[in-house]
């Protein structure tokens, strides 16, 4: 099946332009050790090449595809691209158009691509989209062709496409406008052929726009030269335009033309061309063989369907085989092509949603870690602050009364009463020493015992000098309280009374505790000497109160009025 000598002409160069883009990158290969796949890729390339020439399709398409799949293994794209353009051609020769342009948008996704392979792509979208009568898309396509080639030639073969799409949306004026622009080019000197269609195209429009002796002109001089130049193919055109233009003046004329047109289409068997004449036979005569006319278009038309019918389902099959999905893909030709694009995306959405679960468990296992390798280090610290406070307190508290017991033990007469009264009592205050440390560092209660256990520990802070005084204890739902929270708060307030203890030199202590909400407020005040806001920072003691309450998000204020005591507030969300 043949197509216009534009497109062959266009295509011939494209062809010729990549083939030596191919051969001079198959040269630099052979100097670089390629592999087994490029030269196999290389060698189907070529023979589907020569299929093309030849004219059978199905065989080009077959070794074109071979080609594209092992040049996709050597992610070689511009091998690929090519052949994509090529199986796109010989789709397209054959009629399916769908199956071209989706081959030919394939190829454009490369954004890599050169300005010849993107000029040959649009422009065959173009041929597919007029060939489908989708004409602004076609418009559209011809005019990207255009944008991308800086070849002269090549701009006015695709003007003079935008011009005949112009044609067929019967838009003539502006059909007439790129014509005789094209016609002032020095370039159709060089090429009778492309001169010739330019004439008839431009004879046409001004036929259609009632110009009518100088379209007879333009259209008799173009078959004129056609005929000159053996341009047989270009003739069948010309003398269809002639047909319709004596259809109304002289049906005579106008039935020789369409004779003419029918007996040259048929000799070069072009299928469409040969429909159109007999089309314009069958409305335009009245004699008996008008019956033939029908019969032969009847069977015309119904053996081009089966012919490009055929062709389009084996260039699936032979698609689908390559991909080694014959079963599958069989299957899925049936289905509309509404359902292959919600399969399409229903695929696109399940690889997101795999890659953001994969992300997901990738940070979820990276935090994991760690937190596990901070909890990890925050416990070795503490427990390091923690044996290094028991160590300090152990020096501090008991070392110095284990040492002066011991002298006292060594030096006094322990058989008087006093000297035993006085040893028992100093071993007394070192084994409340020891269970005060031993209180500090045990665990918490953090159950239905926490309040009886947190009173328990501030009463051992009461002293016959010393009086410690809660309010509210027992109206704070501590159920509803976290255990973390319930530590911090325990250990909070152990700390301030171990402060209290060691500094304040006070007589009275009051704990005020409040619910309001969803917080808790606890306020400390004792009648001490207080602290300045520099005593605050040095104490190692007050500091870790603050990091505390901060942990658990709570917020602490410290009131550093020295002569009025000293004074604690903090708020914990429940």
Same mark, same amino acid.
């Given at each position: ?61 077959? !070794?074109?595809?071979?080609? $594209? %799949? *092992?040049?996709?293994?050597? @992610?070689? #794209?511009?091998?690929? +691209?090519? /052949? ?87 838009? !003539?004026?502006?059909?007439? $406008? %790129? *014509?005789?622009?094209?016609? @002032?080019? #020095?370039?159709?000197? +060089?090429? /009778? ?107 015309? /038309? ?273």
């Amino acid at each position: 099946m043949m197509r216009s000598p534009v497109f062959i002409f266009l295509f011939s160069i494209f062809i010729y332009s990549c083939q030596n883009d191919l051969k001079k990158e198959s040269a630099s290969n052979k100097e670089n050790n390629i592999s087994k796949n490029a030269i196999q890729a290389r060698e189907l390339l070529d023979t589907g090449d020569k299929f093309l020439a030849l004219q059978k399709f199905d065989s080009a398409f077959h !070794y074109h595809n071979r080609s $594209k %799949i *092992l040049y996709e293994l050597e @992610k070689d #794209s511009a091998s690929v +691209t090519y /052949n994509l353009i090529q199986m796109a051609h010989s789709q397209q020769t054959s009629g399916d158009y769908v199956g071209s342009e989706k081959n030919l948008i394939e190829a454009l996704s490369f954004t890599e691509l050169n300005s010849t392979y993107k000029s040959a792509a649009y422009n065959l979208l173009g041929i597919s989209s007029k060939e489908l009568f989708n004409y602004e898309d076609a418009l559209y396509y011809y005019n990207k062709a255009k944008t991308e080639t800086n070849d002269s030639i090549g701009r006015i073969t695709f003007e003079n496409n935008i011009a005949t799409v112009y044609i067929k949306m019967k838009k !003539y004026d502006s059909s007439i $406008k %790129i *014509l005789e622009s094209i016609l @002032k080019s #020095s370039y159709l000197n +060089t090429n /009778n052929k492309r001169k010739a269609r330019v004439l008839d195209n431009l004879g046409y429009c001004y036929f259609k726009t009632k110009r009518n002796s100088e379209g007879l002109q333009l259209m008799t001089k173009s078959l004129f030269i056609r005929k000159s130049n053996t341009d047989f193919y270009g003739s069948i055109e010309s003398n269809l335009h002639l047909a319709e233009y004596y259809q109304g003046i002289n049906p005579k004329y106008a039935k020789t033309y369409a004779k003419e047109a029918y007996i040259t289409a048929t000799k070069l068997n072009s299928i469409d061309e040969r429909l159109r004449s007999l089309s314009f036979l069958i409305s335009n005569n009245s004699e008996k063989s008008t019956t033939n006319y029908a019969l032969d278009y009847i069977r015309l /038309n119904d053996s081009i369907i089966k012919v490009r019918n055929n062709a389009r389902d084996q260039f699936i099959k032979i698609k689908y085989d390559s991909d080694q999905n014959r079963e599958e893909n069989l299957n899925l030709k049936t289905q509309k092509a509404e359902n292959a694009l919600l399969l399409e995306q229903q695929k696109n959405r399940n690889l997101l949603l795999y890659l953001a679960v994969g992300i997901i468990i990738m940070i979820s296992v990276f935090v994991y870690n760690y937190l596990v390798a901070k909890n990890k280090r925050e416990k070795i610290k503490t427990s390091y602050n923690t044996e290094i406070r028991i160590a300090k307190k152990l020096h501090d508290e008991l070392a110095n009364d284990v040492y002066h017991t011991m002298a006292f033990a060594e030096t006094q007469d322990l058989s008087t009463t006093q000297n035993k009264e006085i040893l028992l009592t100093n071993l007394d205050t070192i084994y409340s020493r020891t269970r005060n440390i031993s209180r500090e560092n045990s665990t918490i209660e953090t159950g239905t015992l926490f309040v009886s256990h947190l009173k328990e520990m501030m009463s051992g802070f009461i002293t016959d000098k010393v009086n410690v005084l809660t309010n509210g204890m027992d109206s704070i739902d501590w159920l509803t309280l976290e255990s973390n929270k319930k530590i911090i708060i325990y250990r909070v307030i152990q700390e301030l009374l171990v402060n209290m203890k060691k500094h304040s030199q006070c007589s009275l202590v009051v704990l005020t505790l409040k619910q309001n909400g969803n917080k808790l407020q606890i306020d400390y005040t004792d009648n001490g000497v207080g602290a300045t806001l520099e005593q605050l920072n040095s104490k190692n003691g007050l500091q870790n109160i603050e990091n505390r309450i901060e942990a658990i998000k709570g917020i602490i204020t410290f009131d550093t009025k020295s002569s009025k005591g000293f004074k604690v507030q903090f708020i914990i969300p429940i």
